[in-house]
């Protein structure tokens, strides 16, 4: 067990150093070995706590397959830069992954739970991108800041995120790809002391990750 924890804190500082290094997603791929897997991946989920990077984390292909789901995720990650220039687009799990942001206020007007007028083109474009790049899982997360009670921010940050899929749905995008969840106060990425850092958690999350088509494709050679 010991090893198994030392091995998962010498593979997330890896992936620290990658990503701090401006690695491509194509070189953060081959970043976990294909016999390392479920083991480091469970121990760097431990570390990494309750967040949306642990959604995914622990299930890095690695190796050369790995290195293919990278370039396909450094793809499309170019192509959500572009038309959905308001949200903010991370690379996770050894580039693996893609993380999009979208600031709570871009989405909902306060205290609504209702996608805004202003908010359909940019989920329109993006869901364009999400049909275009069909071999894919995509989670939707909410999350608010700690303003209020916490039963109420619960259930609104599950309703921002039944919004989102509901939009992305109506837009074309299959059901059977995605999920949705409310994290409410409880995963914030900033201090809630602050307005700024308020701001900061109010957001909703959207996981892109490679579904079984695309990492068998991988795993074959094979994925384009």
Same mark, same amino acid.
């Given at each position: 067990?010991?090893?198994?924890?030392?091995?998962?804190?010498?593979?997330?500082?890896?992936?620290?150093?990658?990503? &701090?290094c401006g690695a491509s997603n194509t070189v953060k791929g081959t970043g976990i070995g294909?016999?390392?897997?479920?083991?480091?991946?469970?121990?760097?989920?431990?570390?990494? &706590?309750?967040?949306?990077?642990?959604?995914?984390?622990?299930?890095?292909?690695?190796?050369?397959?790995?290195?293919?789901?990278?370039?396909?995720?450094?793809?499309?990650?170019?192509?959500?830069?572009?038309?959905?220039?308001?949200?903010?687009?991370?690379?996770?799990?050894?580039?693996?992954?893609?993380?999009?942001?979208? @600031?709570?206020?871009?989405?909902?007007?306060?205290?609504?739970?209702?996608?805004?007028? +202003?908010?359909?083109?940019?989920?329109?474009?993006? +869901?364009?991108? /999400?049909?275009?790049?069909?071999?894919?899982?995509?989670?939707?997360?909410?999350?608010? @800041?700690?303003?209020?009670?916490?039963?109420?921010?619960?259930?609104?940050?599950?309703?921002?995120?039944?919004?989102?899929?509901?939009?992305?749905?109506?837009? &074309?995008?299959?059901? @059977?790809?995605?999920?949705?969840?409310?994290?409410?106060?409880?995963?914030?990425? +900033?201090?809630?002391?602050?307005?700024?850092?308020?701001? /900061?958690?109010?957001?909703?999350?959207?996981?892109?990750?490679?579904?079984?088509?695309?990492?068998?494709?991988?795993?074959?050679?094979?994925?384009?």
């Amino acid at each position: 067990m010991k090893n198994v924890k030392l091995l998962a804190v010498v593979v997330l500082c890896m992936a620290v150093l990658l990503s &701090g290094c401006g690695a491509s997603n194509t070189v953060k791929g081959t970043g976990i070995g294909v016999g390392a897997g479920g083991a480091v991946g469970a121990g760097i989920g431990a570390i990494a &706590g309750n967040t949306a990077l642990g959604a995914v984390i622990g299930a890095a292909v690695g190796g050369t397959a790995g290195a293919l789901i990278g370039k396909k995720m450094d793809k499309q990650k170019k192509e959500l830069e572009t038309v959905v220039p308001d949200a903010t687009i991370e690379t996770v799990n050894e580039g693996e992954a893609l993380k999009v942001t979208f @600031d709570s206020g871009i989405l909902f007007a306060t205290n609504s739970s209702t996608v805004s007028e +202003a908010s359909k083109s940019a989920l329109r474009n993006f +869901a364009t991108s /999400l049909k275009g790049n069909p071999d894919t899982y995509v989670k939707i997360i909410g999350h608010t @800041d700690n303003t209020g009670r916490v039963d109420y921010n619960q259930t609104l940050s599950e309703k921002r995120a039944q919004s989102v899929y509901g939009y992305l749905m109506n837009q &074309g995008v299959t059901s @059977d790809r995605m999920t949705f969840e409310g994290k409410g106060i409880h995963d914030p990425v +900033a201090t809630n002391s602050t307005e700024q850092g308020r701001a /900061l958690n109010r957001r909703v999350e959207i996981m892109i990750m490679a579904n079984e088509k695309m990492i068998h494709e991988a795993r074959q050679g094979t994925l384009n």
